[in-house]
């Protein structure tokens, strides 16, 4: 199982991504949570067009993947958990939950470091959010979180079929927590004790400061909590909420060229959203 897994590792990662975001985007076509200000078709090839970027970029820049790393620091015993004896099966869960806090700090400091915010606020810029919102990240981000993952993953010493499994979890939970969707309460408060759910993270896509810094998970919401920057709901309820950035009101403001210099810009580079 574990060889087919990290011979297949490529397909699994697409086919769960592209299962997820199909999923996702009939739901929130059939059933969504908000009114969209604005059009889809737009705002979609904006998010696929930052995401084709990024795996360009990162194929050039980022030639060593996750799954190499893992392997190189297994093989020569370097790593956290390549030195502890411990089971396979408690390696692997210790492995993905760490490797998601690590994710959940990356994130805390790309709010915290403005040279950071200022790669990271074009994925808060989005009007709306909705299952395309997942993608919306500015080449620069993207690198700095792909090498920062590198490091992580030699400091853990999380094993190639660890890192799998995180990032196929990463990938699809993305795609999820950002749908612009509603479960039933019952589900949504037993689902959200141990996975980040659309209306945990959509208050961090809010326009109001102290809400967009909070709710920082990706795959589960422990970290909120331990670190106090859970909340639990937005001060003016999922549908009336005013998302994104501040400095950016208006579609003419974040078309695709614009995205891809607002980095650049000489607007104070602060975590607004």
Not at 14 to 38: D, K, N
């Amino acid at each position: 199982m574990i060889a087919w897994l990290l011979d297949h590792q490529s397909a699994v990662q697409s086919y769960a991504w592209l299962g997820t975001f199909a999923f996702v985007a009939i739901w929130e076509s059939f059933q969504p949570l908000r009114t969209l200000a604005g059009g889809t078709a737009a705002r979609w090839s904006r998010n696929m067009g930052l995401l084709a970027f990024d795996i360009l970029i990162a194929r050039l820049c980022v030639p060593v993947t996750g799954v190499a790393v893992a392997l190189w620091a297994e093989q020569r015993g370097w790593g956290i958990l390549n030195v502890a004896p411990i089971p396979f099966w408690l390696s692997l869960a210790i492995s993905v939950a760490a490797l998601d806090l690590g994710s959940y700090a990356v994130h805390r400091l790309m709010h915290a470091v403005p040279p950071l915010w200022r790669c990271h606020k074009i994925h808060h810029s989005d009007l709306d959010v909705d299952c395309s919102t997942a993608v919306r990240h500015h080449p620069l981000e993207y690198l700095i979180v792909a090498a920062t993952r590198l490091g992580i993953v030699a400091l853990i010493g999380a094993s190639p079929a660890a890192l799998v499994v995180a990032a196929t979890l990463d990938l699809a939970l993305s795609v999820f927590n950002h749908g612009n969707v509603a479960l039933p309460e019952g589900i949504e408060r037993s689902l959200r004790r141990v996975l980040v759910t659309p209306d945990m993270h959509r208050i961090h896509h809010s326009a109001v400061v102290v809400e967009g810094n909070r709710n920082f998970g990706n795959a589960f919401p422990w970290w909120d909590h331990v670190f106090a920057t859970y909340q639990s709901a937005p001060a003016r309820g999922h549908r009336s909420m005013d998302l994104g950035l501040d400095e950016a009101r208006s579609p003419g403001e974040v078309t695709l060229p614009k995205l891809l210099l607002l980095p650049f810009r000489s607007r104070p580079a602060v975590a607004s959203a």
